[in-house]
Every structure is written in structure tokens, then in C-alpha cells.
């Protein structure tokens, strides 16, 4: 069954192209959402003050994936204690949310996060937000699967490609 969820960890070229290459994601979308500016460009959520993150909504198939392993998986993805930033990429526009489609969605969500700082898997509190999904917006054209279609660009090499080699080691079960 299809289903969708909206995840913000960073920048989301590195989002987005985890999952594109994971089994049973039908489509991820980079975009902008939960934020308060109508139909906002890149440039207007990088300035910070749409209130937007930048996010990739994913459609995924959950009889082939659960929602509990594309949660799982985002959590690896990016540093969820790290506030308004991921690395170098700094603003409430990087930041680490979920925003759920559905109350299993919220519920698995909040459940991870406590399994996370009880296990301590990470120095510090995780700060990841949990919202409802609210008005999506979908990035540029240029934006989407920009790893893929800009393998060169510096930012790709230098931040992408290391995570996305990392990523692909831990979940290669997962991989299409």
C-alpha cells in the first residue's frame, strides 16, 4: 500500500538520493514544507525566513518497506541532535523534523526518538521536530535528483557521495 511521509535532516539532495535507492520507495521529492511563505523558491529558503525546511516526501510502498525502516533509515542519514544545522549547512531550513502524514506515523516517529536517546546512540538530546505534514512545495526543477544529475559539483563530492558510500554499506539489504 502507498503511503507518504515528509522528512527534513539537512540538505535535501543527500536525502533524497539515499532513498531513491532504497527497495520500496515509489518517489522522493525534494522540496520545502511547514513553513509560511506561499510557493517559495530555493533562494527564499535559504535566506531562513520563510520558516520552511527543506524536505523530501517520500511515497513508499509498505509491503515492501515499513514505515519503521524509512524512519530508521533517516535517523542514520543525518545527526538528529544537531539544531538548525547539519555540518556546514546551518538554518531553521536544515533542520532534523518529521512531519507525519498519518498518527502511526507521529507514533513510530516519537517511539524512535525515545529508543535513540535511551540508547544513546548520539551525544546529546535529539531535537528532531515532529509535526504534521503541512503544505508541500516541491523544489525546482534543477533540484530534483540533483546527485544523480550533478555528480560533480563540488558539494556532491565533498558532502553526498561520502554519506551516500556510508549509507549504502550500512543498508545494502535494503538497496534496489
Given at each position: 500500500?502507498?503511503?507518504?511521509i515528509t522528512l527534513a535532516g539537512g540538505c535535501f539532495w543527500c536525502i533524497e538520493a539515499a532513498y531513491l535507492s532504497v527497495s520500496g520507495i515509489i518517489n522522493?521529492?525534494?522540496g520545502y514544507?511547514?513553513?509560511t511563505t506561499t510557493?517559495?523558491?530555493y533562494k527564499e529558503v535559504c535566506s531562513g525566513n520563510t520558516g520552511h525546511a527543506e524536505v523530501v516526501r517520500l511515497t513508499f510502498d509498505s509491503d515492501v518497506i515499513s514505515t519503521q525502516e524509512v524512519l530508521e533509515i533517516f535517523f542514520a542519514l543525518h545527526d538528529p541532535t544537531q539544531l538548525n544545522r547539519q555540518g556546514n549547512?546551518?538554518?531553521t531550513q536544515y533542520r532534523s523534523a518529521v512531519f507525519y502524514h498519518n498518527d502511526e506515523q507521529k507514533a513510530l516517529a516519537e517511539?524512535?526518538?525515545s529508543e535513540?536517546?535511551?540508547d544513546e546512540i548520539w551525544q546529546g538530546n535529539v531535537v528532531t521536530e515532529v509535526e504534521a505534514a503541512q503544505t508541500f512545495y516541491p523544489a525546482e526543477q534543477e533540484h530534483k535528483d540533483y546527485f544523480n544529475n550533478n555528480p560533480e559539483n563540488q558539494y556532491c563530492q565533498m558532502v553526498v557521495s561520502p554519506k551516500l558510500a556510508k549509507f549504502k554499506k550500512t543498508f545494502a539489504s535494503k538497496l534496489k
Open positions: 500500500m502507498a503511503q507518504q522522493a521529492e525534494s514544507s511547514n513553513g510557493n517559495p523558491s549547512d546551518v538554518g517511539q524512535l526518538i535513540i536517546e535511551a
